[in-house]
């Protein structure tokens, strides 16, 4: 059975950086898209980066550009998002999700994990 599973989050003050890593059971990460979103209490999910297969071009919400890096290691079928210089507006659950194609829409993944919660406070 195609799985994800997201680790790394955690309680952090402003600032600091965490880094989020994606694995994927049953399914090999590396020919799928994959993109990492988050929800806020009350929000909707909204997309954070995310990272083509083929050539791993990437996409990054206006809202993270310079902060955070997405990337792969294909050999350990792991996507990371590296997230630097956090602020508390960043406090969220992020997900991982996979999707056939380079997209920033929530409609198009169709395997999601069960989500890591990141706070970042003071």
């Known amino acids: 059975q195609a799985q994800l599973a997201e680790s790394g989050g955690g309680l952090v003050q402003p600032g600091d950086s965490l880094r989020l890593a994606c694995a994927g059971s049953?399914?090999?990460?590396?020919?799928?898209?994959i993109g990492w979103f988050r929800q806020a209490p009350g929000k909707e999910r909204e997309v954070v980066a995310c990272?083509?297969?083929?050539?791993?071009?990437?996409y990054y919400a206006d809202s993270v550009k310079g902060r955070f890096t997405i990337s792969r290691d294909n050999a350990k079928n792991t996507v990371y998002l590296q997230m630097n210089s956090l602020k508390p507006e960043d406090t969220a659950v992020y997900y991982c999700?996979?999707?056939?194609?380079?997209?920033?829409?929530?409609?198009?993944?169709?395997?999601w994990g069960q989500g890591t919660q990141v706070t970042v406070s003071s």
């Open positions: 999700g996979a999707a056939p194609r380079l997209s920033r829409y929530l409609v198009d993944y169709n395997y």
């Open positions: 049953g399914f090999t990460l590396k020919y799928n898209t």
């Open positions: 990272i083509s297969s083929s050539d791993s071009t990437t």
